[in-house]
């Protein structure tokens, strides 16, 4: 089956930078992408943007755009999110979700990861 | 303005029906776009139930009962989600999606209380 597992919940400081994973298993990595989404503390949904497992290439938002960087390893089937000069507003829930590959292809994410909480606190 | 709404909140009744809408922003036709919805219950990540965007271009979730449906509502601008026989466990969070200038957009979801 299916599952995306999530790197474990972390604290940081502002300004500091945090690295999400996400290990893909149940399905070819390189057939799908990864789409990041954000959730903070009783709020709705954000997604923050795209990589293709096929090929790298990526999607950010645009309000994320110089401060986050996504990559995958193929090797291990894994997803990575990097967030740069963090601030509290950062401080939510991050899920991971297998996406189309290509975003000229028709579909969109399915399965999600189970979340990690960031929690940016001086 | 923002792309999506969704109702803050929604109650209903064990064995009713719920509509769960999502507006689409005036000048974004909904006929021409896929409509995503997800579940989310407290604790837990969203979970993928359905995407609608006509009779022809639909598909179900894994798993996802059939009491779960899409369809749209054109003078509405406004895609629906639909539950029949509601039931306890139904209580949750609904999320609606679309891809909208290169970016995933959600609404701001609607707390379905089932009562």
């Known amino acids: 089956q299916v599952q995306l597992v999530q790197s474990g919940g972390e604290v940081k400081m502002p300004g500091a930078s945090v690295q999400v994973s996400c290990k893909a298993s149940?399905?070819?990595?390189?057939?799908?992408?990864i789409s990041w989404v954000r959730q903070a503390p009783g709020q709705g949904l954000e997604w923050m943007g795209w990589?293709?497992?096929?090929?790298?290439?990526?999607n950010y938002a645009q309000n994320l755009q110089g401060r986050v960087i996504m990559t995958t390893d193929t090797s291990t089937s894994t997803a990575y999110m990097e967030l740069r000069s963090l601030t509290s507003d950062d401080t939510a829930v991050y899920y991971c979700?297998?996406?189309?590959?290509?975003?000229?292809?028709?579909?969109?994410?399915?399965?999600w990861g189970q979340g990690a909480l960031v929690t940016v606190s001086s | 303005q923002a792309v999506l709404t969704q109702p803050s909140s929604l109650s209903a009744s064990p064995g009713a029906s719920a509509s769960l809408t999502c507006t689409l922003r005036?000048?974004?036709?909904?006929?021409?776009?896929?409509i995503y919805w997800y579940q989310q219950k407290p604790g837990s990540p969203p979970q993928y139930l359905l995407r609608?965007?006509?009779?022809?271009?639909?598909?179900?979730g894994s798993g996802v009962p059939s009491r779960f449906s899409g369809s749209k509502i054109p003078s509405a601008n406004a895609g629906i989600l639909f539950i029949s026989g509601l039931q306890s466990e139904d209580e949750a969070d609904y999320h609606c999606?679309?891809?909208?200038?290169?970016?995933?957009?959600f609404g701001g979801g609607t707390k379905l209380t089932v009562l």
């Open positions: 979700l297998r996406d189309v590959k290509s975003l000229t292809m028709s579909g969109g994410p399915d399965y």
């Open positions: 149940g399905y070819t990595f390189t057939n799908y992408g």
């Open positions: 990589i293709s497992a096929d090929n790298g290439n990526t």
């Open positions: 005036s000048g974004i036709n909904v006929d021409s776009y896929r």
């Open positions: 609608y965007k006509s009779d022809s271009d639909k598909q179900q």
């Open positions: 999606m679309i891809w909208h200038s290169s970016a995933w957009v």
